[in-house]
């Protein structure tokens, strides 16, 4: 199937209803694996961070990290979902050279968390609301790189080199329930979805969830009912799609597929499929001819987890706010619309314009400056808001000089650019720069008087009544201070020693 | 062969202790001994040689300082090949893990070298522990020293015969379904199954995690409660070890006593099958203990008699999963990797030719047991059983203190007989696999010899979890008296080698 063959994305609408479901693979930031003490930092030499236990050396066992099951109940009970009295760790079994145990230590019909929800805001506002099936425990693979195949696929390959230092790292996969009545705004309600989930994550502390660090991964299953239908359609399920764009772009593509095939007449066929981001589209990947035989059964190496109530209830209490409401409160506390809200949470500026905001600025010069100069700088160097070498207190203070008149926007990007730099912090440039307003009386009357007998034609306009043509003895003056002069005193100056009024 | 093999450990402990010998001269007279008899018995897969004699040497060393020493500092120990040991051979009794030096010692390990116990070498078994016999060893099989030509028990039939023809006087087993109690009951030695968390499993490669268990092996109670004391207890490395202090088994094994003990007799561990000499020796020891001021109860347990089919879905799941790993990626054989071959194929030759077929059969059976559609009837069934062979026991306790039974249905067997027969190789656990489904504790001691053929008859002592204590009481009481009646040890009666 080519990307010509699909239907219309409206067309698919008009004749049939998407039902979503949504797998998303959390990487906990704890500092020691799952089972293991070994350390989690990324970048580390290859299996550099390993040990008997997460290599399945024989005779090694496994142990729980307690801050990995911390971690997933507090997940669980931001998503409010119910937590197991009582539940149970399970062997999903199945070959593959990149799981050391040819087990994964996982979770099976005993969650630790389920049947919770999560709402989702859309950009005009509606609120939708995602089921959550479950939410549970377990470790991560190891990582293969295939050498001496096109585009490091295995096929092909000559050999293949396997990293362990991800194996046996925490991971918490979060399932939704299926996800009806989405209509033609299904890919923007997936897309919602993972970005609100993010935000959650990220607000616990848990984990950074960067998507493109692998820390945050997403599963898009869909499928498509003719309208009116009650049973679903026959699902496909993208694996790794790791972009809220990807997202969008999957479910959509996915809708457009499916569509075009069943208008053909023709089956979907349950299959695992490939995202490409270059165009959009998905491919298949392994179609699964007999369901995959995982033969789960409780981990014997491990003993039954029963959190207590009294713990659980903690946890609870010590949830920080949450994304959506701690939004709707910012929102009404600056004053400003839900779609400028989502522009400085896809900026992902929230928390820098909070930070901004405390440290003493305005919430409108905070958001001014985070969202354009600074997003302007992060996107030219390609990278976050968060990355700049600029602190939200240094952004503050920059504000404050302006709010006090000591700069003017120009000078403050001046001294932006200084800290950005790493010249020091604002006072720091503005000192050694010599970034001042000069408002300076004698200093200004001088530069304008300069500006009047180096321009006397145009001092002549303005004295005949062309006050617009003053704009040009304001450039001059600006010019020979270098951009530090106070430009409307300027221009008052200028207007009151040619006897014109403003 | 040296008198100093013939020591038990607690003896050997104190002439290492008071000076009249030295560790090295104790550990060099069963090096010795090993020279001179286990071509024969075939007890060992692997003799250190150099780390025994370097074990015995800090010992010494340590007296000479003035350390104080532990109770069983010097004594030597012949380990079961499923312990890890750093840098030593550990096959498991499999080709699969031929020449593989692990990189770190089990749990057991570390506690023996910390105690100042000599490790000898690493004892033959059935491969992965899978056996009755040590027959599925990929390594050949090891003779009984009652008599060559008979198997020593299984799957710990290294350490059982280690013991029995005096190369070590001290054993390390481990029993999924009577791997410690069995061998012990063919070889006339004594060997104890403790309660399932008792002893740390970290680095005992597992066969199948829910059941197995570490536990001593010796020729004598005493020396099997010091053994015991030293190797149990908590560890934070394995998550299913019990959090509480070890039953004081060594004060139990000085004090032997039954007077005024409830001593449950199981009607079900009886029946078809049960050889007449072995039943006959049973009946005696029952009357022994009534003799000693043991009140005697008879019990019915009727689950018992499902036991061993639920063991066979069980241990065969757990096994399936748990032998996975090897796949020739990372360690041990790897057959096939010409460049040609992927991963999977490479996996696949490898574990074709790695694992014998008692594994294979094993890892089939376990693998469809567990395979959706099968779950339920299989092994979520023998969880059930498993479930009322636990009541069964509990309800029992609620009776009696301990409850006894022949160890095993018959003496030792003729090597090769049971060999295509895996139903009748299995019988050979029909009294020792409740045991492990409930997760008690358990010994096996000699009481005598089958008139038939002569060969040791071993009794089984089964206590609750966590009263090991029972078992060291009960069997120190019943050894007493044994050797009071035979007027010496039973193992004498062997033929020399």
């Known amino acids: 199937m080519t990307v010509t063959d699909l239907v219309s994305y409206e067309d698919a609408l008009a004749s049939y209803d998407p039902v979503m479901g949504l797998e998303v693979h959390v990487e906990l930031g704890t500092a020691t694996k799952m089972f293991c003490g070994c350390a989690t930092t990324l970048g580390a030499e290859p299996n550099s961070q390993t040990c008997p236990v997460c290599l399945g050396l024989p005779g090694a066992l496994p142990v729980v990290n307690a801050t990995g099951v911390e971690s997933a109940v507090r997940i669980g009970l931001a998503l409010h979902c119910d937590i197991a009295e009582w539940c149970r760790f399970a062997r999903k079994n199945y070959f593959y050279p990149d799981m050391p145990k040819n087990f994964q230590t996982s979770q099976y019909d005993e969650p630790i968390a389920f049947d919770g929800h999560l709402d989702v805001q859309l950009e005009d506002g509606e609120v939708f609301r995602v089921g959550i099936e479950r939410a549970h425990m377990e470790e991560d693979t190891g990582k293969s790189t295939h050498i001496g195949g096109a585009t490091g696929r295995i096929h092909g390959a000559s050999h293949s080199l396997l990293d362990y230092n991800r194996a046996g790292i925490p991971l918490i996969e979060i399932v939704t329930k299926p996800i009806t009545g989405a209509g033609a705004r299904a890919p923007e309600i997936a897309r919602a979805y993972v970005a609100e989930l993010r935000e959650v994550i990220r607000a616990l502390g848990v984990s950074e969830a960067r998507m493109e660090m692998g820390q945050l991964r997403c599963d898009v299953n869909v499928s498509l009912r003719p309208h009116g239908r009650e049973k679903f359609g026959t699902r496909s399920e993208t694996k790794n799609v790791n972009s809220l764009r990807s997202v969008e772009r999957a479910v959509r593509f996915e809708i457009q597929r499916h569509a075009a095939v069943l208008d053909d007449g023709g089956v979907i066929v349950q299959e695992t499929r490939h995202f490409h981001e270059e165009n959009g589209s998905t491919t298949s990947g392994r179609v699964k001819e007999e369901a995959e035989d995982y033969r789960y059964f409780p981990e014997p190496d491990l003993v039954p987890l029963a959190p207590a109530r009294a713990w659980v209830e903690e946890l609870r209490a010590g949830l920080p706010e949450l994304p959506l409401a701690r939004r709707a409160r910012l929102r009404e506390e600056w004053g400003i619309s839900a779609h400028e809200m989502q522009s400085a949470l896809n900026a992902g500026a929230v928390d820098l314009v909070v930070a901004t905001v405390e440290a003493g600025a305005d919430a409108t010069s905070a958001r001014k400056w985070w969202l354009g100069e600074l997003a302007r700088r992060a996107n030219e160097a390609g990278t976050d808001l968060t990355a700049l070498p600029i602190t939200p207190a240094q952004v503050a203070r920059v504000a404050a000089l302006v709010a006090e008149g000591a700069l003017n926007d120009k000078l403050a990007r001046q001294v932006i650019d200084g800290v950005l730099a790493g010249e020091g912090g604002p006072d720091d440039v503005v000192e050694k720069r010599g970034l001042r307003v000069v408002s300076d009386e004698g200093a200004l009357g001088a530069a304008v008087d300069e500006a009047i007998a180096a321009n006397p034609a145009v001092a002549e306009k303005v004295r005949g009544g062309k006050v617009a043509a003053a704009g040009a003895l304001v450039g001059a003056v600006m010019k020979a201070t270098r951009g530090q002069a106070d430009a409307g005193r300027a221009r008052e100056l200028i207007l009151e020693r040619l006897g014109a009024d403003a | ?497």
């Open chain 2, 1 to 497: 062969m040296s008198e100093l093999t013939r020591l038990t450990a607690a003896e050997l402990a104190a002439r290492v202790a008071d000076g009249s010998v030295s560790a090295v001269e104790t550990a060099q007279a069963h090096l010795d001994r090993i020279d001179a008899v286990d071509e024969k018995v075939h007890a060992f897969l692997h003799v250190d040689r150099e780390g025994a004699l370097a074990q015995a040497r800090a010992v010494d060393e340590r007296r000479a300082a003035g350390e104080k020493l532990g109770p069983l500092a010097g004594v030597p120990l012949a380990l079961k090949d499923i312990f890890t040991t750093e840098g030593v051979p550990t096959t498991v009794g499999s080709k699969i893990l031929e020449g593989w030096l692990p990189p770190y010692d089990a749990t057991v390990t570390r506690r023996l070298k910390d105690a100042g116990i000599v490790i000898l070498g690493k004892t033959n078994m059935d491969e992965f522990a899978m056996g009755s016999s040590t027959e599925n060893s990929a390594y050949g099989p090891t003779g009984n020293p009652w008599d060559l030509t008979r198997i020593p028990g299984g799957s710990g039939g290294g350490s059982a015969a280690s013991l029995a023809s005096y190369q070590a006087p001290l054993a390390i087993g481990t029993d999924t379904g009577g791997s410690i109690r069995q061998p012990a009951a063919v070889t006339g030695t004594v060997g104890v199954k403790p309660t399932y968390g008792g002893v740390s499993r970290y680095g005992m490669v597992a066969f199948s995690s829910s059941l197995d268990q570490g536990g001593p092996c010796a020729r004598t109670v005493l020396d099997a409660a010091l053994l015991h004391e030293v190797i149990a207890g908590h560890d934070p490395l394995d998550s299913t070890s019990v959090d509480a202090p070890v039953p004081a088994v060594v004060e139990a094994a000085r004090s032997g006593s039954v007077a005024g003990l409830r001593v449950g007799v199981v009607r079900e561990f009886r029946g078809d099958g049960f050889q007449a000499g072995v039943l006959q020796r049973f009946d005696e020891s029952v009357e022994l203990l009534r003799g000693l001021g043991a009140e005697i109860v008879e019990l019915s347990c009727p689950s018992f008699d499902k036991a061993l089919a639920a063991y066979y879905l069980i241990a065969p799941s757990e096994c399936s999963s748990n032998l996975a790993r090897f796949d020739a990626m990372r360690y041990g054989l790897r057959v096939g990797d010409d460049g040609s071959r992927s991963a999977e194929e490479v996996t696949s030759l490898t574990r074709q030719a790695g694992f014998g077929p008692e594994v294979k059969r094993r890892i089939m059976l376990g693998t469809y047991a567990l395979s959706s559609g099968y779950y339920d009837a299989y092994y979520g069934s023998a969880q059930k059983v498993r479930t009322l062979v636990a009541r069964d026991f509990e309800a029992a306790f609620g009776q009696v203190d301990v409850i006894v039974s022949p160890t095993t249905p018959t003496t030792a067997f003729p090597i090769g007989e049971r060999v295509d027969d895996p139903m009748a190789m299995y019988l050979a656990d029909l009294c020792t696999i409740p045991v492990n489904l409930a997760g008690n504790s358990a010994m096996s001691l000699p009481c005598g010899l089958a008139p038939e053929d002569g060969l040791p008859v071993g009794l089984q002592i089964i206590a609750p979890a966590m009263a090991d204590d029972r078992l060291y009481r009960v069997g120190a009481a019943v050894e007493a008296a044994y050797q009071a009646r035979w007027g010496h040890p039973i193992l004498e009666e062997a033929p020399a080698l």
